[in-house]
């Protein structure tokens, strides 16, 4: 059965502190990517990485840093938090499947995510 | 860009049928995706459409007009568990998903 852990449900810290967000992923795809998730917003990228060491910055990047050692885990980083990085945190992960034909999916698999309040 | 656009608010009677529509630019799309999100939890997947037309699995249907921008989810029989948020996403390039606001759709009995 597909699989993505979130090392935390919920996370309480300071302003300033340095927060790292784990995501460990058991089905061996290519593709991670962590999500904030914010009322009336939804769900926006910050970063993805599709291979070991290698990233990308998605919609929202600044303030924000990730970190790929290896293939199952993609590490948040959150340098010095603020207040307004309270919120909810998803990691997925995903590798190309068929649909039927040639055509190739990317269906993103959802961890259960980390509540990250800031004070 | 993907702007997608969706209903914020939908509320639809136990057993009855609903449509959430969703619309998005065309350009550089690959293809479109349907998920649910119960209250306090992550995204599940419900559906995929990358060609035109409607998709049927079980209660649950989804179609795509590339052409228009537009897809739908078609929720049938309606259950008080179906009360959830349905996000819609596509694939504008390779890898990444471009979600949209979601719609809270609140199934009353």
């Known amino acids: 059965d597909v699989k993505v852990t979130q090392s935390s449900r919920y996370l309480v810290k300071r302003t300033g502190e340095k927060v790292f967000l784990e995501c460990v992923q058991d089905?061996?795809?290519?593709?991670m990517f962590w999500y904030r998730q914010d009322p009336g917003l939804g769900l926006r990228l910050i970063y993805f990485s599709y291979d070991v060491k290698m990233k990308e910055k998605g919609d929202i990047p600044e303030g924000y840093s990730v970190s790929r050692e290896k293939k199952e885990r993609f590490s948040l980083i959150l340098e010095s938090a603020s207040t307004n990085q309270t919120s909810m945190y998803l990691c997925?992960?995903?590798?190309?499947?068929?649909?039927?034909?040639?055509?190739?999916?990317?269906?993103?698999?959802f961890g259960p995510g980390t509540r990250l309040t800031v004070t | 860009g993907q702007n997608i656009d969706q209903p914020t608010e939908m509320t639809a009677t136990e057993g009855a049928i609903v449509q959430i529509n969703c619309t998005y630019q065309t350009s550089g799309f690959n293809g479109l995706f349907w998920y649910q999100q119960h209250a306090g939890e992550a995204p599940t997947f419900l559906s995929y459409?990358?060609?035109?037309g409607l998709e049927e699995k079980g209660r649950f249907s989804s179609f795509l007009s590339r052409s228009k921008g537009y897809s739908y989810l078609l929720l049938k029989e309606l259950q008080m568990k179906d009360s959830a948020s349905y996000l819609c996403?596509?694939?504008?390039?390779?890898?990444?998903?471009?979600f949209g606001t979601g719609t809270q759709l609140k199934v009353e009995l």
């Open positions: 996403a596509n694939t504008g390039g390779g890898n990444k998903l471009t």
């Open positions: 459409n990358v060609l035109d």
């Open positions: 997925a992960s995903s590798s190309p499947r068929t649909s039927g034909g040639a055509h190739n999916s990317y269906e993103q698999y």
């Open positions: 089905m061996d795809h290519e593709n």
